[in-house]
């Protein structure tokens, strides 16, 4: 009886430990993006105003010099985009379904004015987990709205000056 308890006791003991484990890889991970993001945006002279991390990117403005970033994160490495508001035509919600009407992936469309598309990732079936389809979408739709609302005050702005 008493050999039950104490494999019992080993397992639990492991089992803790396991859990702390992925928790400090997780924190460890996370600090490692946020320290990333930092530099890039010292390297480019970027001041993000308002970002919010998420899965693994990370998507922010700055609203002094009009200008998006979007990172993904990809292991160790990233991957970014930066759209200068000026260049700017559109920016839309696109939705990628499958063929059994599943949704495969959720992007903002940004159409530039050389007629150019750069695509910001919110939700890709291949690396995220289906039931965050729906919070991402919602997101998605919130950047879409920052990044038009940035474009509509620009214009404003260099109409005041002509």
Same mark, same amino acid.
């Given at each position: 009886?008493?050999?039950?308890?104490?494999?019992?006791?080993?397992?639990?003991?492991?089992?803790?430990?396991?859990l702390i484990r992925a928790i400090w890889k997780f924190r460890i991970k996370k600090h490692q993006q946020t320290a990333q993001f930092q530099a890039l945006c010292r390297s480019t002279g970027l001041k993000m105003d308002l970002f919010e991390f998420f899965s693994n990117r990370v998507i922010g403005i700055d609203y002094?010099?009009?200008?998006?970033?979007?990172?993904?994160?990809?292991?160790?490495?990233?991957?970014? @985009?930066?759209?200068?508001?000026?260049?700017?035509? @559109?920016?839309s919600l696109e939705k990628q379904f499958n063929e059994?009407?599943?949704?495969?992936?959720?992007?903002?469309?940004?159409?530039l004015k050389d007629k150019s598309l750069c695509r910001i990732g919110f939700y890709s079936a291949k690396t995220d987990h289906h039931l965050d389809a729906t919070q991402l979408v919602r997101k998605a739709a919130y950047w879409k709205r920052k990044i038009n609302m940035l474009k509509q005050f620009e214009e404003l702005s260099l109409e005041q000056y002509q």
């Open positions: 009886m008493q050999v039950e308890y104490l494999a019992f006791a080993v397992l639990a003991i492991g089992l803790v430990l396991l002094q010099q009009a200008a998006v970033l979007y990172m993904q994160f990809i292991g160790d490495h990233y991957k970014h @985009q930066i759209i200068l508001i000026e260049e700017l035509d @559109q920016c059994n009407n599943i949704i495969e992936g959720i992007y903002l469309l940004c159409r």
